[in-house]
C-alpha cells in the first residue's frame, strides 16, 4: 500500500459551500496531481505540482483551486460548490527523474462529493 | 491527438477462466504504459509497467504484453479470482516532458462471477 491519503472518503454538501479536499502523502515525493473521475469514465487531470510553492492547471478546466505549501500536502479547495462538482476526486503523487521512463505514479483513494 | 483507446468497455467471465484486456494507443512520443487496477470506490493501483524495449511483464497472475510498433498492449489475467472483480486501466506515459504526462484510458471494467 502507497503511503498516500485522502480525506474525507465521501462528502455530501449543499451547493454554495465552500469545501477543502485534503490530500497528503509521506514519500517525499515532489509531483502531486489531482484528478477528476466521473463513473465509467477516464481520469482527467485537474491540477498538478512540481513542488512546493508550484501549482498547475491540468487539461480539464476546474473552477476548484490547489495549493502546495507543504512537499507532503496538496489540498483542493472548491470557493462554491455546485451540483455540476459532483465527480470522484482522486489525489497521486510521484517521484521525479529526469527519466520518466521509471516515474509511478501513487493514488489515494479518492474522495467521492455529491453536492445537491 | 494523444489517446488510449480499452476494449472491451466490459468483461464477464467465470472464475478459474482466462481472460485478455485490450489498449491501443496513439500517445507520441510515447515512454512508459502502466496496467492499473481499480476497485470500486478506490484509487488505481500499479499492476505493471512497460518501456518502450520490454515486450512482456508478469505480476503473479497479471501478464502485459507490448507491441510498440503497433502501440498495442495487453493484459491477461490466468485462473481468474471474485477478487479479479474491478476496472483495468492503461495509462500511457509521453516522454520530452518533466511530468511525463499521464493519458488514461476508460477502463474495462471486468466482473468475475462464481
Known sequence: E????????????????????????????DKMYWYQQDPGMELHLIHYSYGVNSTEKGDLSSESTVSRIRTEHFPLTLESARPSHTSQYLCASSEYYPDSTRTEAFFGQGTRLTVV | KNQVEQSPQSLIILEGKNCTLQCNYTV?????????????????????????????KSNGRYTATLDADTKQSSLHITASQLSDSASYICVVSDRGSTLGRLYFGRGTQLTVWP
Not at chain 1, 13 to 21: A, E, M, V, Y
Not at chain 2, 28 to 55: A, H
Open chain 2, 28 to 56: 507520441s512520443p510515447f515512454s512508459n504504459l502502466r496496467w492499473y487496477k481499480q476497485d470500486t470506490g478506490r484509487g488505481p493501483v500499479s499492476l505493471t509497467i512497460m518501456t518502450f524495449s520490454e515486450n512482456t
Open chain 1, 2 to 29: 502507497a503511503d498516500i491519503y485522502q480525506t474525507p472518503r465521501y462528502l455530501v454538501i449543499g451547493t454554495g459551500k465552500k469545501i477543502t479536499l485534503e490530500c497528503s502523502q509521506t514519500m517525499g515525493h
